[in-house]
Structure formats: C-alpha cells, structure tokens
Nanobody, 127 residues
Framework: QVQLVESGGGWVQPGGSRRLSCEAS????????MGWFRQTPGKEREFVAA????????IYADSVKGRFTISRDRAKNTVYLQMNNLKLEDTAVYYC????????????????????WGQGTQVTVSS
C-alpha cells in the first residue's frame, strides 16, 4: 500500500505562484509514475502533469505547459508541482496519484494508470 498526502493548497491571486507537495509513504516503488490531476465541480478530473519516479521523463497538459513544473525529491519521497503565472481557470482540487510499476509514457495522462490517490488539496485563484 502507498499513502499519498498532498499539501500546499490555498488562495492565490492571478499571476501568482504556488507549490504543491505530495508525500508518499508505505511501499513506494523505485520505477513507478507519479502524477497530478485536478478537478472542478461538475467537471471530469483532468490530467495536469506526471513524471517517472526514477527521473528523466515528464509530461504536461497543454493548458499548464510552460507554467507548471513537476519534480520529485527521492530522499523525501515527495513529488512537487510548482505552479507559476496562475490563472482563474487553474482553480480546482488538485490530486496526487501514484503507480508502483513502470508503464509507457503514452498512458501517463489516464486516471486508470494510477493505483493510489491522495485526498486532494484545494487551490483557489482569485483576485
């Protein structure tokens, strides 16, 4: 079992920045995938970003490319989502997700790729 705990959510003005953290505990794997998704009321959960836990590959949704950066600190078992130049439409509950085993990059944006999910953290972008 892997437990994921997100933190770092809150209120931020448009154009501002915020960093989300996702700490993984339990039986974490060395070659899995970590992802961030987000969801607003009445909408489907959507992919934001993902990376290989071993390092190297990262992918982003077009809507956040150039503004968000996903990274990880293996020593701390933590994945980060640095969000810059935030827009009103970035308001959502952000979820961290984990997959223990390696899988092709082409499916990293799919929710069913992931075995474990955090409880979510709210990010509100508002003036």
């Amino acid at each position: 079992q892997v437990q994921l705990v997100e933190s770092g959510g809150g209120w931020v003005q448009p154009g501002g920045s915020r960093r989300l953290s996702c700490e993984a505990s339990g039986r974490t794997a060395s070659d899995g995938v970590m992802g961030w998704f987000r969801q607003t009321p009445g909408k489907e959960r959507e992919f934001v970003a993902a990376l290989a836990w071993s390092g190297g590959s990262t992918i982003y949704a077009d809507s956040v490319k150039g503004r968000f950066t996903i990274s990880r600190d293996r020593a701390k078992n933590t994945v980060y989502l640095q969000m810059n130049n935030l827009k009103l439409e970035d308001t959502a509950v952000y979820y961290c997700a984990a997959r223990e085993r390696r899988i092709i990059v082409g499916v990293w944006s799919r929710q069913d790729t992931y075995n474990y999910w955090g409880q979510g953290t709210q990010v509100t972008v508002s003036s």
